[in-house]
């Protein structure tokens, strides 16, 4: 009986990890289409455009990421030393990092802050609303501007979508008639 019961155990466990793997593979099937989408963005202008910039803008990107993530952990970890031992969100790394998150979001518990450290709360919350939501997200809005205005310069084609959607139209009166 033992025997039929850790053969079944196996079988679930076989299951559950080849689902793991499936969903895993799904993640990056989903990736990977979305990917296919920036070469499909070449057959209209704009959305071309748009493509290029996300291109033509990574490495300004990935050093943006990396400033982002320095303050951002910053925060983080000074949120651990004001509220980890009085407050259960800011206890340890990953609850810091993920209240932190939160906080970016909007979603913040700045009266149970408040009544553990009152200045700290203020002056965190403050420093951290003004770091990372004024600065750090218009600096991505400026890195992004700037890195479209370079691709729109270059660009050759003014075809909107609504000249497009003229020929399209077009397209589909002229075939209806020759049917």
């Given at each position: 009986s033992s025997d039929v019961c850790s053969s079944d155990l196996d079988r679930i466990i076989n299951l559950t990890v080849w689902y793991e793997y499936h969903r895993l593979t799904?993640?990056?099937?989903?990736l990977l289409l979305t990917l296919?989408?920036?070469?499909?963005?070449?057959?209209q202008p704009?959305?071309?455009q748009l493509a290029k910039t996300v291109l033509h803008a990574g490495e300004d990107l990935m050093h943006y990421m990396v400033l982002?993530?320095?303050i951002f952990?910053?925060?983080?970890f000074a949120g651990i030393m004001l509220f980890?031992?009085?407050?259960?969100?800011?206890?340890?790394?990953?609850?810091?990092?993920?209240?932190?998150?939160?906080?970016?979001t909007g979603y913040i518990d700045i009266?149970?802050?408040?009544?553990?450290?009152?200045?700290?709360?203020?002056?965190w919350v403050s420093l951290f609303v003004m770091s990372m939501l004024m600065v750090m997200v218009n600096l991505l809005l400026a890195t992004i501007c700037d890195h479209f205005t370079i691709i729109k310069a270059r660009a050759d084609s003014n075809t909107g979508i609504g000249m497009?959607?003229?020929f399209l139209l077009r397209d589909l009166l002229r075939s209806r008639r020759f049917s």
């Open positions: 799904m993640f990056w099937y989903t296919q989408f920036f070469s499909v963005f070449r057959g704009k959305l071309a982002f993530m320095i952990l910053n925060f983080a980890g031992l009085n407050m259960e969100e800011w206890s340890t790394p990953g609850k810091a990092i993920n209240t932190s998150f939160q906080t970016l009266a149970t802050m408040y009544e553990v450290a009152p200045i700290s709360t203020i002056v497009q959607f003229r």
